[in-house]
């Protein structure tokens, strides 16, 4: 690692923990304030500072589209007791003590697959849309999403605000469809809670795997990740100690993800109401 300084080294190793680590890391600001991310899931009663939504737009928009189609959307909740409706209809569904930072966030974004507006132009043009009834424009849309999503996040964190992502919204598909007045043709990807990190109570850089684990040069090696598995282990570990969280291994919380109803909740539903909401997935 050379040519770097001690905090961007400090910043690759709670990136990595004790594992091995990226030799030739060529350190901008920009990939600095990426190795920073942390979800931010403790928030300060503090308003959004002026501009930030828009300022997160922007970000967003200059996410690259597919097609320059822009097939998505974005719903800020501001609004506090309409926050309360979605939080408790999500609370109705998962685990409370996994959702206050969306009472406590000033804003919960809706990230939106959009494709109504898509729909809607072509009609007026005496069109039919019938491209949109397969899965690839649902695809299409909520990859536009993520990507606008995670520029926006990107630039929330470079003006002092947390973020974290709520894939738990699409537990509750149906009922925040009808709670925001999402139109045919528009899906919540997932929601993000935004506000001020509240410094008493940030988490740690969570550690990531090794980066043999996921890159691979020129062809798919299936089985080279398995050398890398315990080290992770060891650092999530560390992690979990340090964070003062509930012991638990990777691994078995991997398992356990793969294997329970109940980690899926009312997500098993989400065809259907994906189908419903008129995305058919052919
Ligand atoms: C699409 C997506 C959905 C997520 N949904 C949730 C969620 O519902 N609740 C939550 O607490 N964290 C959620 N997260 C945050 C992840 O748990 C978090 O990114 C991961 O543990 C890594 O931690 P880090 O972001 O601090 O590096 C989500 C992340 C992504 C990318």
Same mark, same amino acid.
């Given at each position: 690692?050379?040519?770097?300084?001690?905090?961007?080294?400090?910043?690759?190793?709670?990136?990595?923990?004790?594992?091995?680590?990226?030799?030739?890391?060529?350190?901008?600001?920009?990939?600095?304030?990426?190795?920073?991310?942390?979800?931010?899931?403790?928030?300060?009663?503090?308003?959004?500072?002026?501009?930030?939504?828009?300022?997160?737009?922007?970000? $967003?928009?200059? %996410?690259?589209? =597919?097609?320059? &189609?822009?097939?998505?959307? +974005?719903?800020?909740?501001?609004?506090? @007791?309409?926050?309360?409706?979605?939080?408790?209809?999500?609370?109705?569904?998962?685990?409370?003590?996994?959702?206050?930072?969306?009472?406590?966030?000033?804003?919960?974004?809706?990230?939106?697959?959009?494709?109504?507006?898509?729909?809607?132009?072509?009609?007026?043009?005496?069109?039919?849309?019938?491209?949109?009834?397969?899965?690839?424009?649902?695809?299409?849309?909520?990859?536009?999403?993520?990507?606008?999503?995670?520029? $926006?996040?990107? %630039?929330?964190? =470079?003006?002092? &605000?947390?973020?974290?992502? +709520?894939?738990?919204?699409?537990?509750? @598909?149906?009922?925040?469809?009808?709670?925001?007045?999402?139109?045919?043709?528009?899906?919540?990807?997932?929601?993000?809670?935004?506000?001020?990190?509240?410094?008493?109570?940030?988490?740690?850089?969570?550690?990531?795997?090794?980066?043999?684990?996921?890159?691979?040069?020129?062809?798919?090696?299936?089985?080279?990740?398995?050398?890398?598995?315990?080290?992770?282990?060891?650092?999530?570990?560390?992690?979990?100690?340090?964070?003062?969280?509930?012991?638990?291994?990777?691994?078995?919380?991997?398992?356990?993800?793969?294997?329970?109803?109940?980690?899926?909740?009312?997500?098993?539903?989400?065809?259907?109401?994906?189908?419903?909401?008129?995305?058919?997935?052919?």
């Amino acid at each position: 690692m050379t040519g770097l300084t001690n905090a961007q080294i400090d910043l690759l190793r709670q990136r990595y923990g004790n594992q091995v680590k990226p030799e030739k890391v060529i350190m901008t600001p920009v990939v600095e304030a990426m190795l920073r991310h942390k979800s931010v899931r403790t928030f300060l009663p503090d308003a959004l500072p002026e501009g930030a939504i828009e300022t997160m737009v922007a970000a $967003a928009q200059s %996410a690259s589209t =597919s097609s320059a &189609l822009n097939q998505w959307s +974005l719903v800020a909740v501001t609004d506090v @007791a309409l926050k309360k409706e979605i939080h408790d209809t999500v609370a109705r569904e998962v685990k409370v003590d996994r959702l206050p930072w969306i009472l406590e966030a000033p804003a919960l974004l809706l990230w939106v697959a959009d494709t109504s507006r898509s729909a809607a132009i072509t009609r007026d043009q005496g069109g039919d849309p019938f491209v949109l009834n397969y899965l690839d424009s649902f695809l299409m849309a909520s990859v536009d999403a993520t990507l606008a999503a995670q520029n $926006a996040s990107l %630039a929330a964190e =470079s003006i002092g &605000l947390g973020i974290v992502y +709520l894939g738990v919204m699409r537990n509750i @598909a149906k009922e925040l469809a009808s709670i925001i007045n999402l139109p045919e043709h528009a899906f919540v990807t997932f929601g993000m809670a935004l506000g001020r990190p509240d410094p008493s109570r940030t988490s740690a850089i969570r550690p990531r795997p090794a980066q043999p684990v996921v890159l691979h040069y020129n062809r798919y090696n299936q089985e080279d990740y398995r050398d890398y598995v315990e080290g992770y282990e060891q650092a999530s570990q560390d992690f979990r100690i340090q964070q003062k969280m509930s012991p638990k291994t990777w691994k078995g919380a991997l398992h356990n993800s793969m294997t329970s109803m109940e980690y899926l909740g009312g997500r098993k539903e989400l065809r259907e109401m994906v189908v419903e909401k008129g995305f058919k997935l052919l």
